[in-house]
Nanobody
């Protein structure tokens, strides 16, 4: 059974940094298309970053240059390093994984497995 568990969220002041982690169990991370999504209050969920099985990243325009997606296959963990945070980054952040065609990993791709999310709150 595949499970994804996020951690690392919390309150941060604008301009600060956070690193989110997503531990994946049940399947090697290198076999997935992996992604981070977020949903702000009153808004639809949006893709933030994605990482193909080959390690190629993609980012939403709103986070390019500020966020970095990465993975550690030895820990079977996905990360999202978030720098220069803004109040508009406030949201519940969730990690997700897709098995089919994992080398094809654009932002917002349909995913097969989801974590429950971690709340990130940025104050001005």
């Amino acid at each position: 059974q595949v499970q994804l568990v996020e951690s690392g969220g919390g309150p941060v002041q604008a301009g600060g940094s956070l690193r989110l982690s997503c531990v994946v169990s049940g399947y090697p991370v290198n076999n997935y298309c992996l992604g981070w999504f977020r949903q702000a209050p009153g808004k639809e969920r949006e893709g933030v970053a994605a990482l193909s099985s080959g390690g190629n990243p993609n980012y939403a325009d709103s986070v390019k240059g500020r966020f970095t997606i990465s993975k550690d296959s030895t820990k079977n963990t996905l990360y999202l390093q978030m720098n220069s945070l803004k109040p508009e980054d406030t949201a519940i952040y969730s990690c997700a994984a897709a098995i089919g065609t994992p080398w094809n990993c654009p932002i917002g791709r349909a995913m097969d497995y989801w974590g429950k999310g971690t709340l990130v709150t940025i104050s001005s």
